[in-house]
């Protein structure tokens, strides 16, 4: 008993250490009008990297997008994009730049997710069940695990990113029915008023001054 809840323990560890080890970088920015941002990411050579990104509020969710190598060559570049994913291996070292521009807008400010992958996420049993042959079952229950939850936070993160862009689409769509309820009542309130005064106008009696 006393051995597998050092098992346990031991494998909850592990989860927990390369959870944090993950070559993953995620974030959610703001993008001023007529402004460009730039991110860079240091990384060895042969090394697979996937960046992805999506636009979830703003104008007509579009932006400029342009990935660096450190020779300074464009690897990736697209105009007005609402998103897109771009995976390639580094043939050098050196920092790689990302940059996305709002230049071409006057006033609409950008809302912008992005996920830098660099890398493979080391296994999560390196180095556990190397001594200790009966912990085997358990590591792979751990794996199990750590994949399904892996996969359970990829999906929550477009959940919620579907979600942002469909809060900001109703906003945008109740406030236009709100202003357009309001000059539909307007002009409502215009008309009755103008057809009392003709009314008023036939009805009245004309008199005349000798």
């Known amino acids: ?11 909850l560890i592990l989860l927990g250490v390369f959870t944090r080890l993950s070559g993953s970088t995620e974030l959610t920015f703001e993008l001023p009008d007529r402004e460009e941002q730039c991110f860079y990411e240091e990384i060895d ?24 190598s450190p020779g ?10 609402q998103y897109d994913s771009h ?18 807008s006057s006033f609409s400010h950008k809302m912008i ?19 200790h042959t009966a912990l085997t079952q ?25 979600e ?5 689409q109703a906003e945008k769509m109740n406030e236009r029915v709100l202003y357009w309820s309001l000059a539909e009542a307007i002009a409502l309130v215009v008309v009755a008023v103008g057809q009392v005064l003709i009314l008023r106008r036939f009805f009245a009696e004309k008199r005349t001054t000798i």
């Open 113 to 131: 997710y992005f996920d830098f992958i660099v890398g493979e996420e080391p296994p999560l049993t390196a180095d556990a069940g190397a001594h």
């Open 87 to 104: 995976e390639f291996t580094t043939q050098v070292a050196g920092e790689f730049y990302f940059c996305f521009s709002n230049e071409f």
């Open 45 to 68: 050579k042969d090394v697979n990297v996937i960046f992805e990104f999506q636009v979830i509020q703003g104008g007509n969710y579009d932006v400029d997008v342009k990935l660096i």
């Open 72 to 81: 300074h060559g464009v690897l990736y570049q697209e105009q007005r994009k």
């Open 138 to 162: 358990l590591e792979t229950s751990a794996v199990s695990i750590h994949e399904s939850l892996k996969l359970v936070s990829d999906y929550q993160t477009h959940h919620r990113l579907r």
């Open 1 to 11: 008993m006393i051995r597998l809840l050092e098992a346990l323990c031991l494998s």
């Open 164 to 168: 942002a862009i469909g809060r900001d």
